[in-house]
T-cell receptor, first 113, second 113 residues
Framework: GAGVSQTPSNKVTEKGKYVELRCDPI?????LYWYRQSLGQGPEFLIY????????DSGLPNDRFFAVRPEGSVSTLKIQRTERGDSAVYLC???????????FGPGTRLTVT | GDSVTQMEGPVTLSEEAFLTINCTYT??????LFWYVQYPGEGLQLLLK?????DKGSNKGFEATYRKETTSFHLEKGSVQVSDSAVYFC????????????FGKGTRLSVIA
């Protein structure tokens, strides 16, 4: 079956611009996670949704970052006033429920110039 | 806070060699421990896991034992193949279930024929 998909696969934007990154989880998965992976590092947790609500947003680095999941399926990570330090691969994962295995998407590579 | 430290790569081995990738962790509770693998051009995949002390996770010839006394979860394989070339990430979850995951920096393994 279809796995987790993320669009776009690559995004280049200028410093100060606004970007949206989309994640389509596996159908029926109630839990959805966003991670950020900088070059040479492991993924770092950003935010976790259970259904439509953000159950844990403790990893969001500052208030420029925001994520939504209005219908409990697709999620959008939004970054305002992008900075060069935001350049990274943004990973999305979903699981059947909170206790289940996380399945990762291929990621969106964001480059801020 | 919670953290994972794994040996730095890259690691280069000949086919059929023995593999060990060291992983140690720091956690306040009783975490679940994981190894994830990222093959070239693919997303992160769960390789194996262990949820309590002395548990051994195993999959595809890889194994790792949860050692509470040494706070370690070293990955081993008796005979590596070229197809095992990938980046391996050790991770933990300290809040129940599988979320959020705290990852190590990753170890790149290259196996040459």
């Amino acid at each position: 079956g279809a796995g987790v998909s993320q669009t776009p696969s690559n995004k280049v934007t200028e410093k100060g611009k606004y970007v949206e990154l989309r994640c389509d989880p596996i159908s029926g998965h109630t839990a959805l996670y966003w991670y950020r992976q900088s070059l040479g590092q492991g993924p770092e947790f950003l935010i976790y949704f259970q259904g439509t609500g953000a159950a844990d947003d403790s990893g969001l680095p500052n208030d420029r970052f925001f994520a939504v999941r209005p219908e409990g399926s697709v999620s959008t990570l939004k970054i305002q006033r992008t900075e060069r330090g935001d350049s990274a691969v943004y990973l999305c994962a979903s699981s059947l429920d909170r206790a289940g295995e996380q399945y990762f998407g291929p990621g969106t590579r964001l480059t801020v110039t | 806070g919670d953290s994972v430290t794994q040996m730095e790569g890259p690691v280069t081995l000949s086919e059929e060699a023995f593999l060990t990738i060291n992983c140690t962790y720091t956690a306040t509770g009783y975490p679940s421990l994981f190894w994830y693998v990222q093959y070239p051009g693919e997303g992160l995949q769960l390789l194996l896991k262990a949820t309590k002390a002395d548990d051994k996770g195993s999959n595809k010839g890889f194994e790792a034992t949860y050692r509470k006394e040494t706070t370690s979860f070293h990955l081993e394989k008796g005979s590596v193949q070229v197809s095992d070339s990938a980046v391996y990430f050790c991770a933990l979850s300290d809040r129940g279930g599988n979320t959020p995951l705290v990852f190590g920096k990753g170890t790149r393994l290259s196996v040459i024929a």
